[in-house]
Structures are given as C-alpha cells and as structure tokens.
C-alpha cells in the first residue's frame, strides 16, 4: 500500500500551534484581570474619557458595540470614533480600562499621523481586495500549472496578492506595540493606575500583542508551505 505524505504541513503547524497558545493567553490574561477592580474605580469609558480629554481629543465620541465579544474593541479612523463593548465600556476592572486606553492610543496616532498607522489604513482598502482572490488564484495556478503557462502566471499573482496580506500583518506589528506602550504610560501619567494595575494592564496588553504576531507568522508560514508545493511540483 502507497502511503502519501506531505511533508509541506511541517512548515505551518508551529504557526497553529502558535496562534492557539496566543489565543489562550489573552483569553486568560484578560479572564483574570476582569475580575479584579482597578484601584481608581473607574470604567473603561471613564478612562478612555479622561485620556482623551488629556490629549486634545474631547469631541471624540464614544459607541457601545452589541457584539456580546467583550474583546472586540476598536478605533474607527474614518469616522473618528472610539468603539467598546459592552463590558469595557461599563467594567471598572483592570482589564477594561487597560484595553480601552489602548483604543484611545489608536486615536492619538491617527491625530498625531503616526506613520505606520496611516500606511496600514492606506493599504486596507487593497489588502482587502488581494485577500479575496489571493488563495483561488494560488489554487487555480497550482492545479493549472502543470498543463499550462498561465497556470504559473495565475500563482505568480496569487502570490503576490497574499504579499500585501502579509504586509500588511507586518506593519500592524508596530502600530499595536506603539498604542500599548502609549495606553501604559497614559495611565500612569493620568494616575489612572497603581503598581499592580500596571502590572495588570502590561501582561494583558502583552497577551494581546502576541496574537498580532502570531497571525503573522501564520500568514508567513502558510505561504511558505504553499512556495513549497509548487517547488515540488516541478
């Protein structure tokens, strides 16, 4: 019996296992820390505020998302607002005023042009048409390319597609990293935060962050094992 084995996966399973570890972490960092008060008793819209008011950005408004994903938190920079949910907005926990003082940072970058976040806002637009096609013309090309030119052609191109993926991946890296690091010293200039909320809010900042870099490393990775398919079918 013919046994076939794809040696190519060996590429991309560290990445998942990577991506799984990163998810469990920030799970667990912020499932900690949501349950301890931070010392000033204030909310996630409370700190947000007060950071915002601080820094030039008092007609900044403040939504309530629906979503029932207490990490899903954003900053919208075409309609300039900031976007919590439910249980950041309204939580005093250590967690929330952590996660929405990084939201704030995003809204500092965009009002200071922070370079890497205007360069990631400019490309969305495109990331978001090449990811869309990326992997069916990576797909086609492979299935093609042995019976066809344009088979390679249409895998070139797939391939540079998921590049502006990738690109795009790398350079949320220091956008995320820049807005904890601001978050953390905001806190501590505004007195929003003792020691152990310090403490607190950097581990679950840092969890956050891996997941940025794990989904890097995925988006490396699965095109790694792809480039290595095609090199062996030739």
């Given at each position: 019996?013919?046994?076939?084995?794809?040696y190519?996966?060996?590429v991309l399973?560290?990445?998942i296992?990577?991506?799984?570890?990163?998810?469990?972490?920030?799970?667990?960092?912020y499932?900690?820390?949501?349950?301890?008060?931070?010392?000033?008793g204030i909310?996630?819209?409370?700190?947000?505020?007060?950071?915002?008011d601080?820094?030039?950005?008092s007609g900044?408004e403040?939504?309530?998302l629906?979503?029932?994903?207490?990490?899903?938190?954003?900053y919208d920079?075409r309609?300039?607002?900031?976007?919590?949910s439910?249980e950041?907005?309204?939580s005093?926990?250590?967690?929330?005023?952590?996660i929405?003082?990084?939201?704030?940072?995003?809204?500092?970058?965009?009002?200071?042009?922070y370079?890497?976040?205007?360069?990631?806002n400019?490309?969305?637009?495109?990331?978001?048409?090449t990811?869309?096609?990326?992997w069916?013309?990576?797909l086609?090309?492979?299935?093609l390319?042995?019976a066809?030119?344009?088979g390679?052609?249409?895998?070139?191109?797939?391939?540079?597609?998921f590049?502006f993926?990738?690109?795009?991946?790398?350079?949320t890296?220091?956008v995320?990293?820049?807005?904890?690091?601001?978050?953390l010293?905001?806190m501590?200039v505004?007195?929003?935060c003792?020691?152990?909320?310090?403490?607190?809010?950097?581990t679950?900042l840092?969890?956050a962050?891996?997941?940025?870099?794990?989904?890097?490393?995925?988006?490396?990775?699965?095109l790694?094992?792809?480039?290595?398919?095609?090199?062996?079918?030739?």
């Amino acid at each position: 019996m013919y046994y076939y084995y794809d040696y190519t996966w060996i590429v991309l399973i560290p990445a998942i296992i990577f991506t799984m570890y990163a998810q469990g972490k920030i799970k667990k960092a912020y499932r900690v820390y949501s349950e301890i008060r931070n010392s000033t008793g204030i909310t996630g819209a409370e700190a947000a505020r007060r950071m915002m008011d601080a820094n030039g950005l008092s007609g900044l408004e403040i939504n309530i998302l629906d979503s029932g994903n207490s990490l899903m938190n954003y900053y919208d920079p075409r309609k300039k607002n900031l976007n919590l949910s439910q249980e950041v907005y309204a939580s005093n926990s250590i967690s929330s005023v952590a996660i929405a003082c990084h939201e704030v940072a995003h809204a500092i970058q965009d009002e200071r042009r922070y370079a890497p976040l205007i360069f990631r806002n400019a490309i969305v637009p495109v990331v978001n048409l090449t990811q869309m096609f990326s992997w069916p013309l990576i797909l086609i090309g492979l299935f093609l390319s042995s019976a066809s030119p344009y088979g390679s052609l249409l895998f070139l191109i797939g391939v540079a597609c998921f590049m502006f993926v990738i690109i795009f991946h790398l350079v949320t890296l220091p956008v995320e990293i820049n807005a904890s690091n601001m978050a953390l010293e905001q806190m501590r200039v505004l007195g929003m935060c003792n020691e152990e909320d310090y403490v607190g809010s950097r581990t679950v900042l840092k969890a956050a962050a891996m997941t940025y870099i794990a989904a890097l490393a995925t988006a490396v990775a699965s095109l790694l094992r792809v480039l290595l398919i095609a090199g062996r079918r030739r």
